[in-house]
């Protein structure tokens, strides 16, 4: 079983950074891929980007390509997902997720409904 935790959010101009952290517990973390998903109010919720559980691979939806980086640290439990030059539209509530049906692969899908485990989310509020 994995618990995830993600911070880091919070209120932030436009063109402006965040970074938002998930710490996870549990001994299977350092095999899973890793997702952050985000939903902003009455849309559903959208993949954002995954990493693989090497960290050799990653993925990421069109929108935010060349403005968000995400990374893991297994040794520390931790994936990172860093915003830049942020858009209103960012605007969402943002979750980690874990896949555990994914261990020791390179997969990185953006269904979540291959996520199993999830944090209970951080809020991002990006202002014009």
């Known amino acids: 079983q994995v618990q995830l935790v993600e911070y880091g959010g919070g209120l932030v101009q436009a063109g402006g950074s965040l970074r938002l952290s998930c710490a996870a517990s549990g001994r299977a973390f350092g095999s899973l891929p890793m997702g952050w998903f985000r939903q902003a109010p009455g849309k559903e919720r959208e993949f954002v980007a995954a990493?693989?559980?090497?960290?050799?691979?990653?993925s990421y939806t069109d929108a935010v390509k060349g403005r968000f980086t995400i990374s893991r640290d297994s040794a520390k439990n931790m994936v990172y997902l860093q915003m830049n030059s942020l858009k209103p539209e960012d605007t969402a509530v943002y979750y980690c997720a874990s896949d555990s049906r994914g261990a020791w692969s390179e997969r990185l899908s953006s269904n979540d409904s291959d996520y199993d485990y999830w944090g209970q989310g951080t809020q991002v509020t990006v202002s014009s």
């Open positions: 990493v693989s559980w090497s960290a050799g691979r990653t």
